[in-house]
């Protein structure tokens, strides 16, 4: 579920996650499988999150990686984007930001 406190509140959203051989040793891979308006997540779902690639630690549980990305929806990170585009967008228009995010949700999220 999209946070509350978020354009994504009351969106349901599909992630897929790949377990590495090497696990925990190494990241899980975990993509979204819906839709999402958002300058960490690129058109096919990848997400651009610090504990998923260099600051991964075996201590890392799937509970605590969801819960970071929960929080990514909440708190963009503009400045270590995917999408250039929207990260732009997020820093320049906010609301138009927010808005486009609502959009997303209700049309790709909503079930």
Request: net charge neutral; with cysteine; charged share 20%.
């Amino acid at each position: 579920m999209g946070p509350a406190d978020s354009p994504y509140a009351g969106g349901v959203f599909f992630i897929n996650i790949h377990f590495p051989p090497d696990y925990p040793f190494k990241p899980p891979k975990v993509a979204f499988q819906t839709k999402v308006y958002h300058p960490n997540v690129n058109s096919q779902g990848s997400i651009c999150l610090d504990i998923l690639k260099d600051q991964w630690s075996p201590a890392l549980t799937i509970s605590k990686v969801l819960l970071s990305i929960s929080s990514l929806l909440t708190d963009a990170n503009p400045d270590d984007p995917l999408v250039p585009e929207i990260a732009h967008i997020f820093k320049s228009d906010r609301q138009r930001y927010e808005e486009t995010a609502r959009e997303w949700t209700r049309k790709y999220a909503m079930m």
